[in-house]
């Protein structure tokens, strides 16, 4: 079976500095990953992507690394800001028809 | 441009009664259609799927039940709600076969009382 996990459900991180968020995978069909954030009572929006052609994707604040080896996945903000405080989720979309979300981890960033 | 609508945004319901929720998409067609759950402190759950009129797997046993009456027209139902069902549902959508993404709506919190 495909899984997906983040093993921390919280983290608190004081503003400008860098959270890391972990997922670990097994059995990926295509070691392609997506994380999404998510705000309460809102639906959760794509954040960023990495495919296994490459080992880091970064899109501003945003970089998403990839340890195929390890079979994990990091996803790095720097410099984090309050407004980042969410729940994100680590997702394998295996053939495209049935998406595996992590548990997700809340961030929380301290002003 | 695709959108999803998902309503009601907050249901408060009390136990024994019937649940509806509907989800329409716009601007594509015969997506693969998704509820998810998303339980307090827990991650997202996926109960249903549905990758054609007609066509619903589930995926995690329950007293809920979803219908698709139209391509682009989701529905998740119950007769009798639970007390456990209380949470926020959550439903997306995405292009067969394509891996760059669900959609999601904006979500229903439920509170069963």
């Known amino acids: 079976d495909q899984q997906v996990k983040q093993n921390s459900p919280s983290l608190s991180v004081q503003e400008g500095r860098i959270s890391i968020l972990n997922c670990d995978y097994t059995?990926?069909?295509?070691?392609?990953f997506l994380w999404y954030k998510k705000y309460p009572a809102e639906g959760p929006t794509f954040l960023i992507s990495i495919s296994s052609i490459k080992d880091k994707n970064e899109d501003g604040r945003f970089t998403v690394f990839l340890n195929k080896s390890a079979k994990h996945l990091s996803l790095h903000i720097v410099p984090s800001q309050p407004g980042d405080s969410a729940v994100y989720f680590c997702?394998?979309?295996?053939?495209?028809?049935?998406?595996?979300f992590g548990t997700g981890t809340s961030l929380t960033v301290i002003p | 441009s695709q959108t999803i609508h998902q309503w009601p945004a907050t249901l408060v319901q009390p136990v024994g009664s019937p649940l509806s929720l509907e989800c329409t998409v716009e601007g594509t067609s015969n997506p693969n259609l998704y509820w998810y759950r998303q339980a307090a402190g827990r991650g997202l759950q996926l109960l249903f799927y549905s990758v054609g009129i007609g066509q619903i797997s589930s995926e995690v046993p329950q007293n809920l039940s979803a219908s698709r009456p139209q391509d682009r027209q989701f529905i998740l139902s119950s007769k009798k709600l639970l007390l456990s069902d209380s949470g926020f549902y959550l439903c997306a959508w995405s292009v067969p076969g394509a891996t760059y993404g669900y959609t999601f709506g904006s979500g229903t919190r439920l509170t069963v009382v």
């Open positions: 059995n990926s069909m295509f070691d392609y």
């Open positions: 997702a394998d979309p295996g053939t495209g028809n049935q998406f595996y």
